[in-house]
């Protein structure tokens, strides 16, 4: 089971859903990069539910830095975060009954019934908030650098938020603030309509997905590894761990469909002495190497599997067919929940990037 990604710098997952904690190693991280606990915690929040739209189960999330850190800085050696879990219901789950567009008859396939079935086990959501944990590390490392990033809901339950891929690149840093600076991360007034878009699922004993989309300013051109650990492969391996991401298309990405190389071609200038692109179309990477332009890509959100509606299904431990009607504590929908996810998993990945162009220590140097 491969629970670690990166090369330079890594991460490894541990723990499931209503075991007794979960976390996450990180290692080949710099020495000496300042270590605030307090924005953890703050990244923690930004995951946490918090409203009608999102799930009843609310965890503390009071983490424990294990090792790694010394005096506020990491020490360069492995960092170890544990979360414990606390409200947890195991007797919602059971073993055998497959949850439609869930992992549990997959885990079983895989680990021959030794899986633990309660809440998804490891492949439960409520894993993400080792990822969260972890990756605050790493974006307090990249702003340090001068390098930002935020994710924001797109688009979700009709509802459009303004579009970063056409964004000035000297107006992007100030849309990335406004998104970090909230619990909903929308840039444009549409929280309400959203949030109301969501309600109507559940009211409907439904759901609902939609698109998220990150930003990153301030990644320097020359960053990736061509052929197979390009800066778009290495990015969409990450964020495709993520069991809610079905989809991910940098730049124009998909809209490329039927277009001409004259409407999308970035144009090159020199601006202040540095090459920079006209147009932002291929997302701030070209040949998988960054370019120096802002690194934009969007991403699809399924709706969350788990409804309130009955559904056909088996238990594949009895080899029949069964209607299933889901108990537990489900989100209507993850979509604003799962964007602190991303944002912190890409900052992992950019961490890892970065080491592997300039060296381990170079995200600690002053």
């Not at 930004?46 to 020490?75: A, M, N, Q």
């Not at 002495?273 to 370019?291: E, F, M, P, Y």
């Amino acid at each position: 089971m491969k629970n670690t990604i990166g090369n330079s710098v890594t991460l490894t997952l541990f723990g499931e859903s209503h075991g007794p904690a979960i976390g996450a190693v990180l290692d080949g991280i710099a020495p000496g990069i300042k270590v605030d606990e307090g924005f953890i915690a703050a990244q923690l929040a930004r995951r946490r539910p918090c409203s009608p739209t999102d799930t009843p189960r609310v965890e503390k999330d009071e983490f424990s830095i294990l090792s790694g850190v010394y005096e506020g800085f990491t020490t360069g050696q492995p960092l170890a975060i544990v979360i414990p879990n606390e409200n947890v219901r195991s007797t919602d789950y059971e073993k055998g009954i497959a949850r439609p567009s869930h992992a549990d008859f997959t885990a079983h396939a895989k680990f021959h019934g030794f899986e633990d079935p309660r809440g998804g086990g490891h492949f439960s959501g409520r894993v993400t908030a080792a990822i969260v944990a972890a990756g605050a590390i790493c974006r307090q490392a990249l702003e340090a650098k001068g390098i930002s990033l935020a994710t924001h809901i797109l688009s979700c339950a009709g509802v459009r938020d303004e579009d970063l891929a056409g964004c000035d690149p000297d107006e992007l840093g100030g849309k990335i603030s406004t998104v970090n600076a909230k619990s909903f991360p929308v840039i444009l007034d549409i929280e309400a309509e959203v949030s109301a878009g969501i309600l109507k699922a559940r009211e409907q004993q439904d759901s609902i997905g939609g698109t998220i989309q990150t930003a990153v300013c301030g990644v320097p051109a020359g960053v990736g590894e061509p052929w197979f650990d390009s800066l778009e492969g290495m990015i969409a391996h990450a964020v495709f761990a993520i069991g809610g991401i079905k989809g991910v298309e940098f730049g124009k990405g998909f809209a490329m469909d039927g277009l001409r190389g004259s409407q999308v071609n970035d144009s090159l200038r020199i601006r202040d002495g540095k090459v920079v692109t006209a147009t932002n179309n291929n997302g701030g990477i070209n040949g998988g190497i960054s370019n120096g332009m802002p690194i934009v890509f969007n991403m699809a959100v399924k709706p969350t599997p788990s409804i309130a509606r009955t559904q056909q299904s088996v238990d594949f431990l009895q080899g029949k067919e069964v209607e299933l009607n889901l108990k537990g504590r489900h989100d209507p929908a993850i979509i604003r929940r799962i964007c602190p996810v991303v944002s912190s998993l890409t900052a992992v990945v950019l961490c890892d990037a970065l080491a592997l162009r300039y060296g381990t220590d170079w995200l600690a140097a002053r």
